[in-house]
Nanobody, 115 residues
Framework: QVQLVESGGGLVQSGGSLRLSCAASGSIFSFLTMGWYRQAPGKQREWVAR???????YYAGSVKGRFTISRDNAKNMVYLQMNSLKPEDTAVYLCNAVLTPYEYWGQGTQVTVSS
């Protein structure tokens, strides 16, 4: 069982930056593919970024060049550095962990970008 706890959300002005963190429990963190998703009110959950256990990173087109995902296996942490934030980035951001066939979700952290 893996538990995920996000932190770092908040209110920021357009053009600003935030860094989200996700703390994972358990001893299998280094084997997990970690990801970030987001869900805005009235919209479907949207994949944002992921990093696999080898450190390869992948991004949705809407955030590529602005967001950076990273992980620290020694600390069981994954991060999402978000720069040049836009009002359309406003959403609840959720941490995700996958070790097929298992998948785990955090509760989410709210990010609000004001114009």
């Amino acid at each position: 069982q893996v538990q995920l706890v996000e932190s770092g959300g908040g209110l920021v002005q357009s053009g600003g930056s935030l860094r989200l963190s996700c703390a994972a429990s358990g001893s299998i963190f280094s084997f997990l593919t970690m990801g970030w998703y987001r869900q805005a009110p009235g919209k479907q959950r949207e994949w944002v970024a992921r990093i696999n256990n080898g450190g390869s990173t992948y991004y949705a087109g809407s955030v590529k060049g602005r967001f950076t995902i990273s992980r620290d296996n020694a600390k069981n942490m994954v991060y999402l550095q978000m720069n040049s934030l836009k009002p359309e980035d406003t959403a609840v951001y959720l941490c995700n962990a996958v070790l097929t066939p298992y998948e785990y979700w955090g509760q989410g952290t709210q990010v609000t970008v004001s114009s």
